[in-house]
């Protein structure tokens, strides 16, 4: 069998769904856009749908499926989020109860599936710049911090917005915006450059998520929104239900994160 | 008084609001954003917010309103969407019902209101950079057609998108492309250059709605996705009710066309 790092998305949704793979999914299908999941009742969909549209930046919307439905149309032909996600995370009214492969017991026809986009797709595109992605230099999580913005709320769901910090040598940040903003639909380009004090953010060594990384001399802290907001916002406002994928181990779609791209 | 052309958003939408301007809304407050109205029961709410997500060329959302609720935050801090539109279409089942100047009477607390993007934002920013916008240089409404491309259905809504036409001098097309790229947010990039029978265009004569422009030797047909798009999709969804501005008379907004700009 070839290395999973060569095969394609299909052949590795394949291999999930049966159960071969349950590992985060870094550095799987290069080139290819990897999506979050949160699976919600329809009575929450209203909500949770506008408040992706009214916070695009930290929810960015790349598929949401029909009620009931569990096959993707833009982002596959031929997935199933029931089982082609490695690792899934079940909450019941904001508390995590289990972590399981599949969801295929647990589906309801009035689930709604929400797909949104994730970092890796930016962040390769930095590192085809030659941008440096710290974390991935010195294999760490991303680190992650709430900040003191606080999303547009939308019904139940409210929450500050959480952010991720990537450190750049000072003449490369503008490039890093020019790059992150054809990125749109994958966070886009930064929320906030420097001065962590005034996002609310006391000590870049102790991300409240994920990992701290060295910050050289004369590097600049750069903040994008991230995807952990939606989650930690659905949690927070404890629906009866709520699925998503569990931290790492994403959706692999067979979109190319190119095909993402503006301008 | 001031002539209404140099009031401001403010302004114009207290003038409305008083019943003294009920006329089109094409070249007042230039700079800042229009929007177009579709207003949804509860009902319905979620499956238009869907399509809008489905489809967001056509159906570019700039704001979404909290059931029951009639006043925008993002667009303006102090506008009614009740009483601030020159004029209102009521249709029932699909049916236009009637024209009126404002909806307090017949408004509900399970009305959904979504406000759309308008191609007046882009149009602007092409005469800023000299590429001619033939319908305005003749003063006609902006030719456009039904075409075979389908919209991405959702729930009960579905159909085929709507375009404009601007015909442009071949030397200019990539730079339009550049310059109305920009603006995702009010239509964004042309769906479609040139070849109109691709898109089931049969004559360029023949708009399906709004007027024919001239054509000169020699120029392109450029195709963006219209704003009619989801007024026609709604309509023919046929929901027991719906509200939409009447053609032209659009909500001005206190966004400057270039606070809806990326890059």
Redesign the interface.
């Given at each position: 069998m070839k290395k999973i790092e060569h095969l394609t998305p299909k052949q590795i949704r394949s291999l999930i769904r049966k159960g071969k793979w349950d590992k985060p999914t870094a550095g799987l299908a290069m080139g290819y856009a990897q999506a979050n999941l949160v699976i919600l009742p329809?009575k929450n969909?209203?909500d949770f749908?506008?408040f992706c549209?009214?916070n695009p930046k930290p929810c960015p919307?790349l598929e949401?499926l029909?009620p009931g439905e569990f096959r993707t149309?833009?982002l596959s032909s031929d997935a199933d989020i029931r089982t082609d996600i490695p690792r899934y995370h079940i909450y019941q009214k904001g508390k995590l109860q289990k972590t399981v492969k599949d969801i295929e017991t647990s589906w309801k026809s009035d689930f709604v599936s929400f797909l949104l986009g994730c970092s890796f797709s930016f962040e390769e595109a930095l590192l085809r710049a030659n941008i440096p992605v710290r974390h991935i230099e010195e294999e760490k999580n991303v680190p992650m911090f709430i900040t003191r913005i606080p999303c547009?709320p939308?019904?139940i769901f409210h929450g500050p917005m959480v952010v991720t910090m990537r450190p750049l040598p000072s003449d490369q940040v503008t490039r890093a915006v020019?790059i992150t903003?054809?990125y749109?639909s994958v966070h886009?380009?930064p929320i906030h450059i420097d001065r962590p004090s005034v996002i609310g953010i006391k000590d870049l060594g102790k991300p409240d998520f994920g990992d701290p990384v060295t910050i050289k001399n004369g590097e600049v802290p750069v903040f994008w929104a991230c995807g952990v907001t939606p989650q930690a916002v659905v949690v927070k406002a404890r629906p009866d239900l709520c699925i998503t994928h569990a931290p790492g181990h994403m959706f692999i779609s067979d979109l190319l994160n190119e095909e993402l791209a503006?301008?």
């Open positions: 329809q969909a209203f749908l506008l549209q009214r919307l949401v029909e149309k833009f547009t939308a019904g020019q903003s054809r749109a886009g380009a503006v301008l």
